[in-house]
């Protein structure tokens, strides 16, 4: 796709609900670019391909890329990176689009198949093979109540295209549902988080604000107003052990009397606190002159 200097002049961008008003000014190497109006027709048909509604490309070219700024600074959309050699494409969604641009070129919070085609094909090197369509292009007024719409709408993207010719790893944006990590993936996530130097948050803590963004009180919390079930909380209470085998009443000739799952159950047992059980499991002394509580061995 050959360059073009562009000129956009004031036109109504209409999609979900949003509105901008792109103002005049030029811009180098935009090219395919179309307009909408407010009227229903304009409206892609969810049965035809998707239609950028503008293609930047000269991506390996940093002065142009700053000089978007004033078109993609704080505006939020759908967008997508193409192959031209074999088409295949990544599609995503921005709050701010020139400030998505840049960290997939610089490789910060990207896609690894999109990572890896960058190197394999030289996307950023001449001659460009890769560009950068815009589907849908709006601002809004508050980016946490809009964050789901945009979500929904760039999984409908992802459904309207051959999903084997996608570098995406998910067909629903921001969910794992259905996507499996491969047993090499998943050695490679343990052996690289055995150095805790290597977790983004070691040594470090949370500030105050964070916690509150992370913090989901009231209807926010998936579990508000549920219970968890008799076989969840056991399953949580299996992963939480500290003794994976279990614990055990043995004698004093060190012969198991009974068995139990955790700490807890042989307290409940005996009708004491499972502080005591803890006590005499970590201590070794003999409870009531009688019994001995130790960890059950593999």
């Known amino acids: 796709m050959n360059s073009a200097i562009t000129t956009l002049g004031t036109n109504q961008v209409v999609r979900t609900g949003y509105l901008y008003t792109i103002s005049r000014l030029k811009v180098c190497t935009v090219s395919s670019n179309r307009y909408y109006s407010t009227s229903k027709s304009d409206s892609q048909s969810s049965d035809l391909p998707p239609v950028p509604i503008l293609t930047i490309n000269n991506l390996n070219n940093k002065d142009c890329i700053k000089s978007f700024r004033l078109l993609l600074k704080d505006k939020g959309g759908i967008y997508s990176f193409i192959n031209t050699v ?3 494409q990544y599609i995503g969604s921005a709050k701010d689009f020139y400030l998505r641009l840049n960290e997939h070129l610089d490789n910060k919070k990207s896609n690894i198949a999109l990572q890896k085609a960058f190197a394999k094909y030289g996307f950023l090197a001449p001659p460009q093979i890769s560009i950068f369509p815009i589907y849908e292009y709006f601002t809004y007024e508050s980016k946490i109540i809009s964050h789901k719409a945009l979500t929904d709408l760039e999984s409908n993207y992802i459904n309207r295209f ?7 790893f998910k067909a629903t944006a921001t969910s794992s549902l259905g996507y499996k990590h491969t047993e090499e993936a998943r050695l490679k996530m343990v052996n690289y988080y055995k150095d805790k130097n290597n977790h983004p948050m070691f040594g470090k803590t949370h500030t105050e604000e964070a916690l509150a963004l992370i913090s989901k009180p009231g209807e926010l919390n998936p579990m508000f107003g549920k219970k968890h079930s008799e076989a969840t909380k056991a399953s949580m209470s299996k992963k939480k052990n500290k003794y994976p085998l279990g614990v055990g009443i043995y004698d004093l000739d060190d012969n198991l009397i009974l068995k139990f799952n955790n700490n807890v159950e042989l307290a409940k047992h005996l009708d004491i606190s499972k502080v005591t059980v803890g006590k005499y499991l970590n201590s070794g002394l003999i ?12």
């Open 162 to 168: 051959n999903f084997d010719n996608l570098y995406n």
């Open 287 to 298: 409870y009531n002159k009688t019994y001995r509580f130790k960890p059950i061995q593999g």
């Open 86 to 88: 074999n088409g295949n």
